[in-house]
């Protein structure tokens, strides 16, 4: 990646002045996937001393700053009780302890990577995302966008909900990226996504609204749920693995998931 100036602003609103400045100007986080995504830049603007590393408890929520790396949310003993720990659990999965050192939680989401095993997450504990501009949004209208903001994450908020949750990431080694990821809770209501399919992480709306709708679940209800999943989730092939593939991992791992959280 080619870089012709670095800078260091000491607030969000010089950071958010550089960033409009010029379109070849962009933010750094970590730093750890944005190879992937830029090749060249004129400011590369970082968000070090924007001072949005923290972890912060409230009664009814659990507030993280974005550029808290992965590994400090890994670890979090808060963060380990929402959902049955799934978001620790997704961020165990990624890479080794020396890159979850380096990845922030706001690059990760930012960055949209069809591959993440975080959004999945984030979608099914409906999680919210605040912009310095754009303002508090949810994690599903922030996927739903067709573009990524020009704005400055500065937080991710969630609740403290009493769910039951569920993840699971497919892949060939411990150190490559998914070939399927699938998050499930259950409160009172279902909520399922499906990411690396291998396109971006989405919700199963309908999927979770036939499983809503039903007082048991039995093995009948489970094949309708997969056969509803496959039609609103479109999954393709890629080098990671077939069309077929997926859809029969979908399947198998929806299933499951689906049977743990309602145990």
Known sequence: MEVKEYVVP????????????????????????????????????SLDNLELDYIKEGNSYIEIGA???????????????LGSGILSQSISHIMGINIRNIATIGGSIMGKYAFSDILVVLLVLDAKISFYKLGEISIYDF??????????????????????????????????????????????VYKIAVGSRPSGSVLAINTANYLNSKETINEEVLNEAVTIALEEITVGSNFRASKDYREVLLGTYLKRGIREVSK
């Open 143 to 188: 996927m739903e966008m067709k573009r990524i903001p020009e704005d400055i994450l500065l937080n991710i908020r969630i609740d403290k909900q009493q769910k039951v949750g569920y993840f699971k990431k497919v892949c060939k080694t411990h150190l490559d990226f998914a070939m399927i990821n699938i998050a499930i809770t259950k409160n009172s």
């Open 10 to 45: 000491k607030s969000v609103e010089k950071t958010y002045e550089l960033l409009k400045e010029n379109k070849a100007n962009k933010l750094i986080a970590g730093g750890a996937w944005i190879k992937l995504s830029v090749k060249s830049v004129d400011k590369l603007v």
């Open 67 to 81: 550029m808290t790396c992965l590994r400090k949310i890994e670890i979090n003993k808060a963060i380990q009780s």
